[in-house]
């Protein structure tokens, strides 16, 4: 069974960090690229970063390149999204993604965790 279990979310001032963990289980986790995407109300899920299986390569969106990181622990079967700098249009509900293009090409999703960034 496909598993990807979020957590780290909350409530944070402007200006403050969180760190958003993605536990997976029920399938090889170093052969998967990881992503993080996040969708605020009334909005389309948007693309926040990615990873590649080994870690040898990452991609952020321009809105959050210099303030979030991403990054994971093979071992640990586990992703992580570091947000820093914290703004009010960060708040959104952030989801995993776990994908391989040969064997789960439609990819697989956590249950989201609200991140809400607010004074």
């Known amino acids: 069974q496909v598993q990807l279990v979020e957590s780290g979310g909350g409530l944070v001032q402007p200006g403050g960090s969180l760190r958003l963990s993605c536990a997976a289980s029920?399938?090889?986790?170093?052969?998967?690229?990881m992503s993080w995407y996040r969708q605020a109300p009334g909005k389309g899920r948007e693309l926040v970063a990615t990873i590649t299986p080994t870690g040898g390569s990452t991609n952020y969106a321009d809105s959050v390149k210099g303030r979030f990181t991403i990054s994971r622990d093979n071992a640990a079967n586990t992703v992580y999204l570091q947000m820093t700098s914290l703004k009010p249009e960060d708040t959104a509900v952030y989801y995993c993604n776990a994908r391989n293009v040969y064997t789960a090409p439609r990819g697989y999703w956590g249950q989201g965790t609200q991140v809400t960034v607010s004074s």
């Open positions: 029920g399938f090889t986790f170093s052969s998967y690229t």
